[in-house]
């Protein structure tokens, strides 16, 4: 009985009427949603100008309902109203005296109100809800069009079943993400590699070889186990997370380990996937009635490749946009100090919560470093050759000829240098008590018409760095005339948002930090100094589902570049070994940033000046592996997604180039010992 | 052991008229250990031709070097000295993989994957279109009785289901040259003599076949010449003729005769050859196990047993049998068709020195067969169609040879040396002339 209900359903989705009768069911209900939840939306919108005509006045309502009509002249027309239209609470202010520090604060809060218009505007722009509307319409096409309508018709039912079960229990809240995750991430796995398989279907070697990976990552149960793993983990992880928590935390706590959880075990699946299927085939010798076929070297590697890439390509969209739609939940729940999304309990519009969530977290920003130190070179190379002058003379020995007086100043010469301007470069992000620092930071002129705030992140370090201790620190700006007083526990990153306006003509902010409260002329005890990337400054650029797709971009180029290195290994070693190298490479190229800072305080010489070759020949290793894997390393597409920071598409552009040239290089020095391997005689033996 | 001459074998060398297929000269191979030591010749010198259209056996004990000389031709292996060339190519040249077909001596093949997908992959290899590939993974599936089991993975299948899915992939390109690498490994009496006829079959379409086994009897019925290694070298090279027959013996089958008359030959002989010659040895010829493991089976499919196994399976596939588009039909028809080789009777026969051999009856287990029977109607029909060429037959016998008789026609028995044709006319009382020319042989598995 089963089994004829089964064929009936299977011969319904094949039918190509049911097909297309059920393609146009799902677009007119996807339309339906849209349309309702702009009309929804839209609704909820008047409600939130209101409220905000309470707190700013008409004037600023209407520049909210000008912005509202075209998103795109937002930014730039907010700007220039921003200035014009004063907020009531301004206005009062400037007649209460029409100080300098009444205009501050009128323009402060005029600040402000443009921000929450524009976080307003986004909350309530539809372009997300779209998105993620097409991508649901597209999955289900796609699951239509390969005949697996009904079977994810019945999947859904079951699913629901499993929800009604659950809210019997009284456990809805809690296991509602994990089931819905469940069969959610498992049908889109499904369909992603049934839509693979069929694109893959061409009469050639190339994609034989490719669609035969994709079967058997699906029927081998030790791909199997990883690709479980890696949906439930996904689904399990959104109920570890503490409501508890503030909502930007909670967010930035899926990010992270969401996405480097699932990229790491998708890493290492295709690792250890890429070197079996290749080195398998040789030991089990299925690889001898592959390669008596016309099948050329070139098209043996590149399918095995490119079945990798298919497969790593469904399985980083899965975990993508699971993490995506799971964000965007998280996103539309209250934040702390809200009764709802986007609703303060009292008080302010946006409580600060919300506003980091939506400034800071689900944001794409660009990152600007301090301008170097404004040294001299001629003062530069004075006390080079004053220090180095100073060593000779500790370290002549009596009886040195001039030749070996002259090589050992050589030598000297460029330690003293690479020694000198990381001290010059260190002191220059100290800051001694009582005494100020003046940075600039510049290339800001895109941010000065931004409806966002300026994000300042810094950190500072002193003595031992205990994490009780509190110290003051002073930022002022110089040509705006304002200040702020921070207390700032040591060694942790601290946030200051600026608005825009402090940027200048020229598109600099400058910066001047006191180490202690200036006000009150109280230094902090021990100087304090920025670590490397301990001062940085942001500004939001491009958006941030633009910015996730970017970043999503990089983790499957890495994913490529493991892929080729386990292939290709494998095409020579055996099963063990090639596994370790690949795994080797894999770590030195994640952990070559790690490895950079590192160098920075590894010491190759004693302090009397003598070398320590072990520690020499570790650094050059260290330092080679860097050089090498300092582009992929720099992607860093996790830490970005979770500070918000923007990756360019330069950046995406030459990191892709680097790595595809890498993959050439290992592709064909895997094509060329490929061709000379005696097939029949097995490297395991 | 018999040293081979130097002769060919008639019918081969009028079927081959191309180039060589496979040229080895003086072909060597030796296995290095890590130290790069010598550790062990397999292949030592050795030369041989295998020529366009002909069945070419490879025979050896275990170790004789008969795989590594194939994975040398495949490409699997470089020699280490002496070479050898495909279609005038090197092995490794991708181009000719298009026209061969290799069953290793295992069946190496995706656990993973069913017999349908398994068929797919290795067509998709090939560029095969899709409609060219599903008709020839049907057929192929037919023809080896899979196709009940053609959606269950490879990992639960038999060795010999397994098997037969490896010929299968051998087959899906209609290759040129096949190598068959212990063929019949695993397979049971039906498959095996499925498997014999399919070769004999492709040798009859043109197809060159080399076949590696160390199961004599499977080569000795299928085969044009074949090469004997023992321990890497070559210790003979020749027809199955020239390499077996004895040439101081002669048999002679009549029907069954009783003690009276045996002695009455006996005294014949004697008197004839002054005493030299005698009657050897008299006996009734056997029905093979193989002729009576088929008669069971084809029973017991006529009763409709069931079976969860393989099952016999259809007729050879029609590509392999002929052109898709049917080109060759046109050129079978006219074109000289070789006899059909004495492989496909079960015959009984006694050897002896001038003696003639009681024969009690004749059966043929082959008949039995259905899988052979195509075969058995193709070779008839081809003697037809010789007959009406050369105009050799009387009508009389082209009906004989055109029924289905459970004793098929076999291949003519070439003239024996040594009988007097003048002695058998007295002994059956000058019966029939010319009947050492048309009266069938059979052979004594």
């Known amino acids: 009985m089963i089994g004829r209900i089964w064929s009936i359903i299977e011969r319904t989705q094949h039918s190509r009427l049911f097909k297309i009768i059920a393609s146009c069911v799902i677009v007119a209900v996807a339309l339906a949603m849209l349309i309702i939840y702009s009309v929804a939306s839209a609704k909820a919108r008047t409600q939130m100008i209101e409220q905000f005509r309470t707190e700013f006045g008409d004037a600023a309502v209407q520049e909210v309902l000008n912005n509202q009509a075209s998103n795109d002249q937002a930014s730039g027309d907010a700007a220039t109203n921003a200035n014009s239209a004063s907020s009531p609470r301004a206005m009062s202010q400037a007649q209460d005296g029409d100080s300098d520090e009444a205009r501050r604060a009128g323009q402060e809060v005029d600040e402000g109100a443009r921000v929450i218009r524009s976080i307003i505007a986004a909350q309530y722009n539809t372009s997300s809800i779209a998105i993620a509307i097409g991508l649901g319409t597209l999955l289900c096409l796609t699951v239509i069009w390969v005949s697996m309508g009904l079977t994810y018709l019945l999947l859904a039912v079951g699913c629901a079943l499993m929800l009604g079960i659950a809210a019997l229990s009284g456990s809805l809240k809690s296991l509602a993400p994990f089931i819905v995750g469940i069969f959610a991430l498992t049908g889109s796995f499904s369909a992603l590699m049934r839509l693979m398989m069929v694109a893959l279907s061409w009469s050639s070697p190339v994609f034989s070889i490719a669609r035969n990976v994709l079967q058997e990552a699906i029927r081998m149960k030790v791909s199997l186990i990883f690709i479980v793993a890696m949906i439930f983990g996904l689904a399990v992880l959104p109920m570890l997370l503490s409501d508890d928590q503030p909502l930007r935390y909670r967010i930035q706590s899926f990010l992270q380990y969401g996405t480097s959880g699932t990229f790491g075990l998708i890493a290492i699946l295709i690792v250890l996937f890429s070197v079996m299927t290749v080195a398998s085939e040789q030991r089990d010798k299925q690889i001898w009635q592959t390669v008596t076929k016309p099948v050329a070297a070139w098209q043996y590697v590149l399918g095995k490749w490119l079945g990798m890439a298919a497969l790593s390509a469904s399985l980083l969209g899965v975990s993508a946009s699971g993490i995506f739609v799971f964000t965007e939940y998280l996103r539309h729940q209250p934040a702390q100090g809200e009764t709802s999304a986007f609703r303060a309990s009292q008080g302010a519009m946006l409580t600060e919560d919300r506003f980091m969530v939506e400034t800071q977290v689900l944001s794409s920003r660009r990152t600007i470093a301090p301008d170097p130190a404004p040294w001299n070179p001629k003062q530069l190379n004075e006390e080079i050759e004053k220090k180095i002058q100073v060593e000779l003379d500790s370290m002549q020995v009596p009886g040195d000829t001039p030749e070996q007086l002259a090589a050992n100043k050589d030598a000297a010469r460029e330690r003293i240098r690479s020694d000198l301007l990381k001290g010059l470069s260190m002191s220059y992000r100290t800051i001694l008590p009582a005494d100020n620092r003046i940075y600039t930071f510049s290339g800001l002129s895109d941010a000065k018409n931004s409806d966002r705030p300026l994000i300042f992140r810094y950190k500072i370090q002193s003595g031992s760095n205990m994490p009780d201790q509190l110290y003051k620190v002073t930022i002022a700006f110089p040509g705006v005339g304002q200040a702020k007083v921070e207390d700032v526990p040591l060694d942790q990153i601290k946030v200051l948002e600026l608005n825009a306006g402090l940027i200048n003509e020229r598109g600099e902010v400058i910066m001047q930090i006191f180490n202690g409260d200036a006000s009150t002329q109280t230094p902090n005890p021990r100087a304090f100094t920025f670590p490397s990337e301990g001062l940085k400054l942001s500004y939001a650029s491009s958006s941030y589902q633009a910015n996730y797709m970017r970043l999503m971009f990089v983790l499957w180029i890495k994913l490529l570049f493991l892929a080729m290195v386990g292939v290709c290994a494998a095409t020579f070693l055996s099963f063990p070994v090639a596994a370790i190298v690949s795994f080797a490479i894999f770590w030195a190229a994640e952990g070559a940033k790690s490895l950079a800072s590192a160098l920075e305080t590894y010491e190759t010489t004693t302090l009397q000046g003598q070398t320590i070759w072990f520690n020499t020949a570790v650094a050059k290793i260290a330092e080679l592996i860097s050089s090498i894997f300092s582009v992929y390393s720099n992607l860093r597409p996790t830490g970005r997604l979770v500070e918000g920071e923007y990756l360019g598409w330069g950046s995406l552009a030459s990191g892709t180039i680097v790595v595809s040239i890498w993959c050439l290089v290992l592709f064909a020095a895997g094509v060329l010992i490929f061709r000379r391997r005696e097939l029949a005689i097995y490297s395991g033996h | ?445």
């Open chain 2, 1 to 445: 052991m018999q040293q081979a001459k130097a002769t060919t074998d008639p019918q081969s060398s009028q079927r081959s008229g191309g180039p060589p297929v496979v040229v080895a000269q003086q072909l060597s191979r030796v296995f290095k250990d890590f130290w790069m030591r010598d550790h062990a010749r397999a292949v030592n010198s050795v030369s041989f031709e295998i020529r366009e259209r002909e069945i070419f056996g490879l025979l050896g004990p275990n170790g004789s070097g008969k795989s590594t000389t194939i994975k040398m031709i495949l490409g699997l292996l470089r020699p280490t000295g002496g070479r050898v060339s495909v279609f005038g190519k090197l092995p490794t040249d991708v181009a000719i993989k298009r026209r061969i077909g290799y069953l290793p001596e295992e069946s190496y093949l995706y656990p993973f994957l069913n017999a349908r997908e398994t068929l797919d992959y290795y067509a998709k290899l090939f560029e095969l279109e899709y409609k060219t590939r599903q008709r020839r993974i049907d057929e192929l599936l037919d023809m080896l009785g899979m196709t009940g089991a053609q959606y269950r993975p490879v990992r639960e299948y038999s060795k010999g289901m397994q098997r037969r899915l490896g010929i299968a992939q051998a087959l899906i390109n209609d290759p040129d040259f096949l190598i068959l690498d212990e063929p019949t490994t695993g397979l049971d009496p039906i498959g095996t003599r499925q498997i014999k006829d399919l070769i004999i079959e492709l040798g009859r379409r043109g197809k060159t076949v080399l076949l590696s086994s160390h199961l004599l009897a499977d080569v000795e019925d299928c085969v044009d010449r074949l090469v004997i290694l023992y321990g890497g070298v070559k210790r003979a090279e020749g027809t199955c003729d020239e390499l077996l027959e004895a040439q101081d013996k002669t048999t002679i089958e009549s029907d069954a005769l009783d003690e009276q008359t045996v002695a009455e030959i006996d005294r014949v002989i004697r008197t004839r050859s002054s005493g030299d010659n005698a009657v050897r040895r008299v006996s009734k010829p056997r029905q093979s196990l193989e002729a009576l493991f088929l008669d069971i089976v084809d029973k017991a499919k006529s009763e409709q047993v069931a079976t969860s196994g393989a099952t016999s399976g259809g007729t050879t596939a029609s590509f392999l049998r002929s052109d898709e588009d049917g080109s060759a039909l046109i050129s079978k028809l006219t074109a000289y068709e070789p006899i059909v080789r004495g492989s496909t009777s079960s015959v009984s026969s006694v050897s002896s020195v001038s003696s003639v051999s009681s024969v009690s009856s004749v059966s043929s287990t082959s008949s039995s067969v259905p899988s052979s029977a195509p075969a058995k109607a193709a070779g008839s029909e081809t003697q037809l169609i010789e007959a009406l060429v050369k105009g050799e037959k009387t009508i009389e016998s082209q009906a004989k040879a055109m029924q289905p008789a459970p004793t098929p026609p076999s291949a003519p028995m070439p003239k024996q040396q040594g009988v007097d044709d003048s002695m058998i006319s007295s002994l059956l009382g000058g019966g029939s002339a010319g009947h050492d020319a048309s009266s069938p042989s059979e052979k004594q598995r």
